[in-house]
């Protein structure tokens, strides 16, 4: 089984974002950004992660339309939606690698 990761974005503190998808690398087969306006070198940076794909889309003030577009483009069997500044405690990503592996 594959996990997809879809997050919603804005000018997202891009070390941390890095971060999370770095951390989450072992269990997740791509990552599936959401961008709703973030400044162009932002956009370069998360199109250079490992593994992302960035979709552009313009921010229609409703966090599950902007979650939609992203669930629709992931392609894992399942998938997990996070915040950018969430980082998922040890025993999640054990729990996560377990379903990865199956």
């Given at each position: 089984m594959t996990i997809s990761l879809v997050m919603l974005v804005k000018n997202p503190p891009m070390d941390?974002?890095?971060a999370l998808i770095e951390?989450?690398?072992p269990v997740i087969a791509e990552t599936v950004i959401v961008d709703t306006g973030s400044h162009s070198r932002d956009k370069r940076l998360m199109s250079s992660l490992p593994d992302?794909?960035?979709?552009?889309?313009e921010w229609q003030d409703d966090f599950?339309?902007?979650r939609n577009v992203g669930l629709k483009e992931a392609i894992g069997?399942?998938?997990?939606?996070l915040d950018p500044d969430e980082l998922p405690s040890f025993h999640m990503l054990a729990l996560l690698?377990?379903?990865s592996s199956m």
């Open positions: 941390r974002l890095a951390y989450m690398q992302t794909v960035v979709i552009s889309h599950s339309e902007a069997d399942w998938t997990l939606v690698s377990t379903v």
